[in-house]
């Protein structure tokens, strides 16, 4: 049964710099898909960056050239590097675990809050 525990949340001013980390296990961490979702209050959860198991990236465009997804296979780990923060990027984010084999949703982490301040 996959496991995925996020962490590195917080909250921080406008202009600077977090690091999440999601560290998976119990399942095929290289053949599963990862990514980075968020829910701001009252919003729908969107997409924010995924990476596949080739290291194949996708970002939605409002965070394009700020964040950077990427995966450590030996540590079966996803990161995701987020600079020049701003305060429409608060929200609770959702590391995502798709294993590519199957036709399933994936599992979810339970969310990491981050707030950034004006």
């Known amino acids: 049964q996959v496991q995925l525990v996020e962490s590195g949340g917080g909250l921080v001013q406008a202009g600077e710099s977090l690091r999440l980390s999601c560290a998976h296990s119990?399942?095929?961490?290289?053949?599963?898909?990862m990514g980075w979702y968020r829910q701001a209050a009252g919003k729908e959860r969107d997409m924010v960056a995924i990476?596949?198991?080739?290291?194949?990236?996708q970002y939605a465009e409002s965070v394009k050239g700020r964040f950077t997804i990427s995966r450590d296979n030996s540590k079966s780990t996803v990161y995701l590097q987020m600079n020049s923060l701003k305060p429409e990027d608060t929200a609770v984010y959702y590391c995502?675990?798709?294993?590519?084999?199957?036709?399933?949703?994936?599992?979810w982490g339970q969310g990491t809050q981050v707030t950034v301040s004006s």
């Open positions: 995502n675990a798709r294993d590519m084999r199957y036709a399933t949703p994936g599992v």
């Open positions: 119990g399942g095929s961490f290289g053949f599963t898909v």
């Open positions: 990476i596949t198991p080739g290291s194949s990236t």
